[in-house]
Each structure stands twice: as C-alpha cells, then as structure tokens.
C-alpha cells in the first residue's frame, strides 16, 4: 500500500450494500483511504471487494451498531484520539425506513429510524467536525432523499427523518461557509437497494416499481460533494419531482405518497 499520509482519508457510513457501497468504491478509486461502517458483516465482504481493486488505499471496516450512542462514540473515537485522523470526507449515508400506518409501526422500530436516521448524524456530525474545522479543510455528503420534500404517508417517520436531514445539512453549511468545510446533501429517489425489503415495503407501488441504480446515484451525490454544491437531486424524474414539490400543496403530496406508499398499492 502507498503511504498513508500521502491520501485523503474519508469515512463512509452504511457502506455495506446500496449507496454506501458504491459510494465508497468510488472514493477508494478515486485515490483515498477509506474507514467504512456498517452494523452487519456484509462490511468485511465490501472491505475485501475494495482491497481487491488493488488501488493502493488503506481501506479499514467497522462493525458497529449507530443506533446506539456508544456505536457512534466507537466510530468517532478513530478520528478523534491523539494518534488519529481527522477524516477529509465524511459521507454519512447509513439510513432504514419503515412503511405501513404509523399507528400500525412497532415503536422501538420507529424510534430506531430516528436513532440511526436522524441522532447518529446528528451525534457523528458534532464528533468529527472540530478537528475538520482545526485544520480549515474537509467534505460533509449527507445522504438525504426526496422525501424529505414530502409528507410520507405510510412512511411518516422516515420522511420526517430525512426532511430533518436536509434541513440540518443545509443549517450547518450556512454555519461553516468561513471554514474550509462544505456540506452537501443527497437526495434520491426510489434506488435498487435492500431498502424496500428491511423496510417491508415490496407490496407497495414504489416498492415495485423501477428503480434508479445506486452506482448512478452515488456518483451524483459524489460529483456535487467534490464541487462544493449545497445538494443534488439524482435522476432526472426525481428533479422533475423536486421541482413539482415547491408548488404542490402539502395535503396533495401526502395523498400522492399515500399512493405510492401503502400496503397493497402494488397489486393496484
């Protein structure tokens, strides 16, 4: 392996499948040493894929549960101890969803989207950025989502989370504009994932219908971190979408997302 001094460092969270995974691809071939964190041993497969390569990075993975504050604390403390490094990039992609009525949700799974969703960023973000700040340089990608423009019904929870996402990324790059640090948030649409199946969602009408490829949408949300931008919608529907939401009323994006979103709507 090359020297390690000598390569920008990122960490990906959730980087064991979907986005996070070709998120950190595309990190590791784009010349940098990667920490990537998942709670699942998918993350030593992903690691091993990544070595394989054969680039020349170091790349490092963390088994640890982020919905736990200690999980959290666990994954800062490599970047935060005397003798660690302070990352370049941070790509805080782990994330889950939760369909059906809210009233019908088992509570600690809904409290766990929160945990892991909207917390463990929270928690992460505060960790990581003093020492970013200290050295005047660094790239924040939340991965957000277009639903977070939306009301989601059958999925209020999780469209709640990435609403607080978006507005959280978009608050703190105002707050960092004199640092040397820039924030940019990812917003997806419905993407080739596990998300619908952990989610229980595959009788829905998104649930079954085409998807975006994740490599595509993490090559967008890549492309703007490397740029500097505030946020990037991936895929040209999703724009079009994004677009459409600054003008459609609230109770009229709930009814659509109803329609999307629950149960039963696939077969529909």
Do not use: C, W
Not at 94 to 111: I, K, N, P, S
Not at 229 to 247: F, I, M, P, R, T
């Amino acid at each position: 392996m090359t020297d390690s001094a000598n390569r920008p460092l990122a960490l990906i969270t959730g980087a064991s499948s979907g986005i996070g995974h070709e998120l950190a691809r595309i990190f590791v071939q784009d010349g940098y040493d990667v920490v990537i964190a998942a709670e699942d041993a998918g993350i030593d497969t992903v690691a091993n894929e990544l070595r394989a390569l054969g680039l020349g990075g170091r790349v490092d993975a963390v088994r640890v549960d982020l919905t736990k504050h200690e999980g959290v604390d666990q994954l800062a403390a490599r970047f935060t101890s005397a003798d660690g490094r302070a990352p370049d990039a941070v790509a805080l992609n782990a994330g889950v969803g939760l369909g059906h009525a809210f009233v019908d949700q088992d509570l600690e799974r809904a409290q766990e989207i929160i945990d892991l969703n909207v917390t463990s960023t929270v928690r992460l973000t505060h960790r990581l950025l003093p020492a970013m700040i200290a050295r005047g340089q660094g790239k924040l990608l939340f991965t957000s989502s277009i639903a977070a423009l939306m009301p989601g019904a059958f999925q209020a929870v999780y469209n709640a989370s990435k609403a607080f996402v978006h507005s959280f990324s978009e608050a703190i790059r105002n707050e960092l504009k004199d640092t040397g640090i820039t924030v940019t948030a990812l917003q997806p649409g419905a993407t080739d994932t596990n998300f619908f199946a952990r989610a229980d969602m595959l009788d829905t009408k998104v649930g079954t219908d085409p998807k975006d490829d994740p490599a595509m949408v993490a090559r967008a949300g890549y492309d703007a971190m490397v740029a500097g931008k505030d946020h990037v919608v991936a895929g040209l529907k999703n724009k079009v979408q994004a677009v459409l939401s600054e003008v459609v009323p609230e109770t009229v994006k709930a009814e659509q997302h109803r329609k999307m979103a629950e149960p039963g709507s696939g077969s529909k």
